[in-house]
């Protein structure tokens, strides 16, 4: 064993070391450590989620029907908010800490005496694969961490795909344009696979159909093949009548957005889909595990007096969406809004719809070197109000700590505010964190 790895947190600090690695995209050095833990991905069905802006939300609405369904089903996403622990996860149970030092320390074993170097997110990803190959799992839903084509997820050979929305994110890995980031996530469609798309871009859902049509993948297309209308929608939940092959009507789930259509449906048509294969998915198991997603980061409630709100929206197609949803579920509301983002991001994109819905606006700062500074925001927010018709928000305030930022937002509060906070998942887990939220802060979290 690995002589660090004797307890949990030096285990997370082990594998935050291999960030010293970078990010690497590319397969080889996954695919032999596949072969090195004995091809431990082939032994499930899997169901892969590429996209901008909506793939953890649908990944993880596409896992709680199969586990409501009697299948045992992993989950594996990225980032976390508070704990790593997040990240894998079957039936919806987090991995326990003492498992992700078991998995850890026995992939180092393995690799110990090869000349492999894997980066951080290679390792996780093996050690995701490697844990629900030994749980005897059915199906695994695996969300891509950035672009897809060259991603350490594209090992697996699903039996679905999903693209969810393409924008403009992790430009300096995938691209700045927008046919430049579809050919990366394209890379996840496989020959003769099923391919679903909650894209609403014409010039992106060609190119993605004449990938599939060139790989022989039937294409499904929302608004097209399938499609949602929104029945409803408040500050917890979303109701929404489906149409596919099938009709479902009354869907209702604990999230809130209206984004969140496109996600429920696209998960729906993967299920739907999978039923076309021989799979046996029941009605019931669709509506019941729609009922019962448990999604963090999205507009999700973590206080109610006062009452808090965290989004991880972190480039400007999420804050826009964001934007939107905020002021059609608290209209008439006054919104505090806590801002903190990554320098790397396009943080005049991020903040210029946000503040549109923002009386005031509190700037701040996560604890990691990639974040913003506060004046940086303040600046750019100026020149953002120089150039808007609407003179908002009414105050800006600066603190140099997301929990200083939060006892701020709390002073300010009046009965009736609503505190929202958004622009990275660093400055979300540590807003739970200061809320006293369960998990541990720790390290980083890539591909934010």
Request: proline share 3%; charged share 20%.
């Amino acid at each position: 064993m690995h002589s660090n790895l004797k307890n949990y947190n030096e285990t997370v600090n082990y594998l935050y070391s291999l960030q010293k690695h970078g990010i690497k995209l590319g397969l080889a050095n996954i695919k032999t450590l596949m072969g090195i833990l004995g091809e431990p991905h082939k032994s499930f069905h899997s169901i892969h989620v590429a996209g901008t802006n909506g793939k953890g939300s649908t990944a993880t609405a596409i896992a709680s029907i199969l586990t409501e369904n009697g299948l045992r089903t992993g989950l594996f996403t990225s980032p976390h908010l508070v704990s790593f622990t997040e990240r894998i996860r079957i039936d919806n149970r987090c991995i326990t800490e003492s498992e992700v030092i078991r998995t850890a320390s026995e992939i180092y074993n393995y690799i110990s005496n090869t000349d492999l170097t894997p980066t951080f997110f290679e390792f996780v990803t093996a050690m995701a694969f490697y844990y629900f190959a030994g749980k005897n799992i059915d199906w695994a839903v695996v969300e891509t961490g950035m672009g897809g084509r060259l991603d350490a997820t594209n090992v697996i050979h699903p039996d679905v795909t999903v693209i969810t929305n393409i924008s403009r994110d992790h430009c300096e890995f995938l691209g700045n344009n927008i046919s430049g980031i579809t050919y990366e996530k394209a890379g996840i469609i496989k020959a003769g696979v099923p391919l679903i798309t909650s894209s609403l871009a014409d010039g992106t859902v060609k190119q993605l159909r004449d990938t599939a049509k060139s790989r022989n993948a039937e294409i499904h297309i929302y608004n097209k093949d399938f499609r949602g209308s929104l029945i409803s929608m408040d500050e917890r939940h979303i109701t929404l009548d489906y149409s596919g092959y099938g009709n479902y009507k009354d869907l209702t789930a604990p999230l809130t957005g209206e984004y969140q259509l496109y996600n429920i449906c696209t998960a729906v048509r993967a299920c739907e889909i999978l039923r076309q294969k021989g799979f046996q998915i029941s009605d019931a198991s669709i509506k019941t595990g729609l009922q019962n997603i448990s999604l963090e980061g999205r507009l999700e409630w973590v206080s109610h007096d006062p009452p808090v709100i965290l989004d991880s929206a972190h480039n400007p197609e999420a804050a826009k969406s964001l934007a939107l949803s905020v002021k059609r579920i608290f209209a008439g509301k006054k919104i505090i809004l806590v801002a903190g983002i990554m320098d790397d991001k396009d943080i005049r994109g991020i903040l210029r719809p946000l503040i549109q819905v923002a009386e005031t606006v509190i700037l701040t700062k996560a604890k990691y070197e990639r974040a913003a500074t506060p004046e940086k925001m303040k600046e750019i927010m100026a020149a953002i109000r120089e150039q808007a018709a609407t003179y908002r928000p009414v105050s800006i305030h600066k603190t140099d700590t997301v929990s200083g930022a939060v006892d701020l937002a709390k002073s300010l509060y009046e009965k009736e505010d609503i505190i929202l906070v958004a622009g990275s998942f660093y400055t979300a887990g540590e807003v739970k964190e200061a809320l006293g939220c369960e998990g541990v802060l720790s390290g980083l979290r890539e591909y934010n």
